[in-house]
């Protein structure tokens, strides 16, 4: 849409545009330009952050894969894994297939996830993970975590690892 030029003051009465001399600003549009900027970043974003304490990674990453009927979740919890994670799970194309496989699909679209305490060693961290999947059956998972040293993630907990401590109950059965 072309710039225009408009009268109104900036915060108009109309409500529909906020203005500066020579450019009409929708107010939807900066509505979403925030809310997109707010969603990136920070505690209530879901990419890393240095604010982030280890517990909240670990939740971020349950959380999506919970919802993950889509891809989307998926690539939210990639977001999470460390470099190294990365580096041995390859792009998020190799991560998704790990993530579907019979070890880790019982926590896409679970129903409930139990969160143990989280034990803080340094720049370790860890955390069990109790989901009740789908089909009935209980998976108990322990997430390793690190804060990154230098580079984009500086400061940032992040998951180097994902494994798998027991599963209880049939699996296969529809609840």
Not at 124 to 133: D, G, S, T
Request: aromatic letters at 6%; charged letters at 20%; a negative charge.
């Amino acid at each position: 849409m072309p710039a225009t030029t408009s009268a109104s003051p900036v915060g108009s009465s109309s409500g529909r545009a906020l203005a500066r001399p020579g450019i009409v600003f929708p107010l939807g549009a900066l509505l979403g330009l925030l809310a997109l900027e707010i969603g990136c970043a920070g505690a209530g974003g879901r990419r890393p952050d240095a604010s982030l304490p280890p517990g909240q990674v670990v939740r971020l990453q349950v959380e999506a894969l919970a919802e993950a009927t889509t891809a989307d979740g998926i690539e939210v919890a990639f977001r999470f894994a460390s470099p190294a994670n990365k580096e041995a799970t390859g792009p998020l194309e190799r991560f998704t297939v790990i993530v579907q496989a019979p070890s880790y699909s019982p926590m896409l679209d679970h129903l409930e996830a139990a969160y143990g305490p989280v034990h803080v060693d340094g720049r370790y961290a860890a955390q069990v993970v109790e989901i009740l999947a789908r089909d009935g059956s209980r998976h108990t998972y322990l997430f390793e975590l690190t804060r990154q040293r230098g580079g984009p993630f500086d400061g940032c907990w992040m998951t180097d690892s994902v494994r798998l401590l027991s599963t209880q109950g049939e699996t296969g059965t529809a609840l």
